[in-house]
């Protein structure tokens, strides 16, 4: 059983100093945060534990560093928002480990938080090494792991740190997900899965299992195109990954045995270039020199309809280059008809929670996971090492 929050705040954290991880891996911009949506998710677990008064050390990793301190990827930019939102001073520690962490944390109240700098400016954050998550679980008496989107990991702080400190416990946020996705995979049918994105690799796990699980998956994106040209249909120039071939007819094959629907488009918007001023045609072919966008109005009402006739969803991925607007309409007319659905739905993947956002319906879906490869893993019933270690 996965200890909670609720059970960790009723034997008491006052005066303790608890090592959150949260997820605070967040897109920068000229030095600024340019979406703050992951620094909101994680102040529900920071401020119950505020409440009773245990000291925060608050640890994240941001984008990548391959093991290296690099400033572009410093989570100072984060600390400001963090104490305007929290009422409470943040401080910020230059380092996550060693002196200059502990000196921070010594100089820190109980009820305020104190910032530690990104995780993955050592390598022995993403290695697990040793002596990083001993060094990491020295900071603290209690460990919280409130980061789903990188639970998935085998890292220090994820796997390692749980294994050192004795007390600890999932964030609310994790625990939410958790529990939210179980739903996916005990669904109430109709089921239909949405899967979108350019390569059928980085999905297949969680084709294989769906093709099984759901009654119907529809499948958008450029990773369409490796399906379509696996039976034998001409998609110009459109991505197809060649080396995938074989498991698109092997996937096709499966849904045909077990009776259930695997949906790709039956038309497309298709240009000859990826220029938002580019010609666009729209019909059932992809002519020879031009590549596919986005699906088409036919196909985007074919998978809405599907969404409308379904008791519970799950989406991952945009239908198209959605950030492009005139190639948007299939991923925008799939976010309405999810949240339009009287099904219970969950969207994973940070491509389609800004496709969700960008077109205003984030609040009518049920839940929005803040884990893409972590729920797509958690889906197909994969061990999650975060987890896992919180259980241990």
């Known amino acids: 059983m996965i200890p909670s929050l609720d059970g960790l705040l009723a034997d008491g954290v006052s005066g303790q100093t608890v090592l959150v991880r949260a997820d605070l891996n967040v897109p920068l911009r000229d030095g600024a945060v340019a979406d703050d949506s992951r620094v909101r998710a994680s102040l529900p677990t920071l401020r119950r534990l505020l409440d009773a008064e245990a000291r925060i050390a608050l640890c994240s990793h941001l984008g990548r560093p391959k093991g290296k301190a690099n400033p572009t990827l410093s989570l100072r930019a984060v600390a400001p928002l963090l104490g305007d939102a929290l009422g409470v001073p943040v401080h910020f520690a230059e380092d996550c480990i060693g002196e200059r962490a502990q000196r921070v944390l010594e100089s820190a109240r109980a009820g305020e938080v104190v910032l530690l700098e990104n995780l993955r400016f050592h390598a022995g954050e993403t290695d697990n090494d040793a002596a990083f998550a001993d060094a990491l679980a020295s900071l603290a008496d209690v460990y919280v792991n409130d980061a789903f989107g990188s639970a998935h990991r085998a890292h220090a702080s994820t796997a390692g740190v749980a294994t050192r400190i004795r007390r600890k416990a999932a964030g609310d946020l994790l625990l939410a997900e958790l529990q939210h996705l179980q739903r996916i995979v005990e669904p109430e049918p109709p089921f239909l899965c949405l899967l979108g994105g350019a390569k059928v690799s980085d999905k297949l796990g969680v084709l294989e299992v769906m093709i099984e699980r759901a009654d119907a998956v529809a499948v958008g994106g450029a990773m369409a195109y490796t399906f379509l040209r696996a039976q034998g249909v001409a998609v110009g120039k459109s991505l197809v990954e060649e080396e995938r071939l074989d498991d698109a007819r092997r996937i096709l094959g499966k849904a045909a045995s077990v009776g259930h629907q695997l949906l790709l488009p039956v038309d497309h918007v298709t240009v000859e270039r990826i220029d938002a001023e580019a010609e666009r045609r729209i019909g059932p072919t992809i002519e020879a020199g ?42 925008e007319t799939v976010a309405r008809a999810v949240a339009a659905s009287a099904a219970y739905s969950v969207v994973g993947g940070g491509d389609s929670l800004a496709a969700v956002n960008r077109t205003g319906v984030g609040d009518e879906i049920d839940h929005l996971s803040t884990g893409g490869g972590a729920s797509l893993e958690f889906v197909e019933g994969r061990e999650l090492p975060g987890v896992a270690a919180l259980e241990a």
């Open 290 to 331: 031009w590549l596919g966008v986005d699906i088409g109005p036919e196909s985007a009402k074919r998978f809405g309809d599907e969404a409308a006739r379904a008791r519970t969803i799950f989406w991952n991925g945009p239908m198209g280059i959605f950030e492009i607007a005139p190639f948007a309409n299939g991923t």
